[in-house]
């Protein structure tokens, strides 16, 4: 078990999932503390927001450098509460939150910059409309465990450059990497109360909901993400919800088995198949079937299963038991339903008591547990499918629609079937790796969630939208303001008619008696 949460004084130990070493103790903080933090981070903000942008650009770019001179520490303190392997933190930590901030210091000025609205109706031509985009003020943001450093920062770093102030709930079970991440922006130059870390459960999680936050981003399960919406929409409180996946990869028979099946095996596996954008249901073409299974049996045998620590290792332990135990229960449903075990299946407790062996199975339909919830866990699911229809029925049998992948040497082939499944993003020949465009915009459909983080689509949900309009003729009172009568009721019809009416001969009407120089018409 990676860590315990004591009920009755609700303490934390945060420990190493591969060798079960407590890391650290920490009490959860209560309302009242939540409430606190929430104080401070409102009366930082407007601070923080009337610094230039030039300025809290600087205080970014110094992060990215900070960052990058420290990326082996970090990357050893993620490994250390979620097992991962370093090399994998190093990409999927350290390189994603690098080139956020690539992104942000490109991106930013172009982004809050006031924008003109053009008016395009003739009534409104002598208005001026602009677009403003303006902090929420506080955002809080809630967080998992899978991705500790890199889920919080990069929505933080979004939030920090738009003038927000920040307060980050890390998953109970990882706030290590949440705490480094305070201190890499503390030292960068951001005010110590303009980003702030609250450790604790989801006690301390729903206190932060329920603090007067301007917005909440919040990233985890569909079962905590309907509770928080549910809190959220008695505050009327605005919510991104970044939740659960359960992604389909379809393989056509037109794709290289060598490269297809090297994909599958990473896409499933990477960070022990704890990935919300892991491959977790595979449908292969039936023509390549068993060539497809053979060969990821083959390298999945090659896979080196130990302590994240270990640069040799490829696939770590599970982050606690409760997760091991769900991959166990959808393996066994799947095999007493007629799946065929390929490789895996087991647990290796001679390195640890969270290690599971990468597993592949044959055979599932999608009565079977494993091709219906997230399973988050090292297995991939594997079913034959005849033709391209039946693929895209399948991978839209879900409730979940975060990602989606599509394996072919046609691309044309490939976009076209994108277009048909229901996700947030689909990739073609690649998976889970959309997760490192800083450019393109992540989240999901259906049960996967609500808004976007990431790209520009990420940075429109740290601001408010105002909108400005100014009068360009002050000095002159507006026809429509009152003196309501058969003669404005003319020149309106007269207007609509020579804006909206079809025909010549309509619209010169319209303007005539819109100028009051024919007062009848003959219909
Ligand atoms: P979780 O829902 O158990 O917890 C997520 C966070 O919510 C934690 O910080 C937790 O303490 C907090 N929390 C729990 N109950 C709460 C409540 N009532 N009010 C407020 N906060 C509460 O999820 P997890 O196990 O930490 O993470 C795994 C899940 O996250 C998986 O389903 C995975 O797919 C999903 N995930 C989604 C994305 C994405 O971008 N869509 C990314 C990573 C993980």
Not at 42 to 52: D, H, K
Not at 207 to 229: M, P, W
Request: proline share 4%; with cysteine; hydrophobic share 40%.
């Amino acid at each position: 078990m990676a860590v315990a949460v004591d009920i009755a004084v609700r303490r934390i130990h945060v420990t190493n999932p591969a060798t079960g070493e407590v890391l650290r103790d920490f009490e959860c903080a209560d309302a009242a503390q939540v409430q606190g933090c929430v104080n401070r981070a409102r009366a930082a903000q407007p601070g923080w927001q009337a610094t230039s942008l030039k300025q809290r650009l600087a205080i970014l770019g110094k992060f990215q450098q900070l960052l990058n001179d420290r990326k082996q520490h970090v990357a050893n303190l993620v490994t250390s509460e979620t097992g991962k392997p370093v090399a994998e933190a190093l990409l999927t930590e350290i390189l994603v939150v690098l080139d956020t901030a690539r992104f942000l210091l490109k991106e930013s000025y172009e982004f809050l910059k006031e924008q003109p609205v053009p008016h395009g109706g003739l009534a409104t031509r002598t208005k001026k409309g602009r677009l403003l985009r303006e902090p929420y003020g506080v955002i809080g943001i809630i967080s998992p465990w899978n991705y500790p450093f890199s889920i919080p920062a990069c929505e933080a770093l979004a939030a920090l450059v738009t003038g927000n102030a920040v307060v980050l709930k890390p998953s109970e079970l990882t706030p290590l990497s949440a705490l480094e991440l305070g201190s890499l922006l503390r030292d960068a130059g951001v005010p110590g109360n303009a980003f702030q870390v609250v450790i604790g459960d989801g006690v301390t999680g729903a206190a932060l909901v329920e603090s007067g936050i301007d917005k909440l981003v919040f990233t985890g399960s569909v079962a905590t993400g309907k509770r928080i919406a549910q809190m959220a929409a008695a505050r009327l409180l605005p919510v991104v919800l970044e939740l659960g996946g359960k992604d389909p990869m379809i393989v056509l028979e037109d794709a290289d088995v060598d490269v297809v099946s090297s994909g599958a095996v990473w896409g499933a596996f990477v960070n022990a198949g704890q990935t919300c954008l892991s491959v977790e249901r595979c449908y292969v073409h039936k023509s390549i079937y068993e060539n497809f299974l053979s060969a990821c049996v083959e390298k999945i045998r090659q896979l080196r299963v130990g302590n994240g620590m270990d640069a040799e290792t490829d696939i770590g332990p599970l982050i606690h038991e409760r997760q091991l135990r769900i991959l166990e229960e959808h393996i066994e449903d799947a095999l007493s339903r007629g799946a065929r075990l390929l490789t895996g299946g087991e647990r290796l407790k001679s390195i640890g008591s969270n290690f599971y062996a990468p597993t592949v199975l044959a055979d599932v339909n999608h009565q079977m547990r494993i091709m219906r919830e997230e399973t988050f866990g090292p297995v991939l699911p594997v079913m034959a499918f005849d033709s391209d229809a039946e693929a895209v029925r399948l991978a839209n049998d879900s409730e979940y629609g975060l990602a989606a992948s599509v394996w072919t040497r046609d691309r044309a082939r490939g976009e076209q079937i994108a277009r048909q499944i229901q996700a947030g993003t689909v990739m073609i020949n690649d998976a889970v790796s959309c997760f490192g465009i800083s450019e393109a915009p992540h989240g999901g459909v259906k049960a996967s969630g609500i808004g976007r983080t990431h790209g520009r689509l990420g940075l429109e949900e740290m601001v408010r939208i105002k909108y400005i309009d100014s009068d360009l003729l002050p000095g002159v009172k507006k026809p429509w303001w009152y003196g309501y009568g058969p003669n404005l009721t003319k020149a309106v019809e007269g207007f609509l008619d020579f804006q909206f009416a079809r025909g010549l001969t309509a619209r010169i009407k319209g303007a005539l008696r819109s100028s009051g120089l024919v007062t009848r018409t003959r219909r």
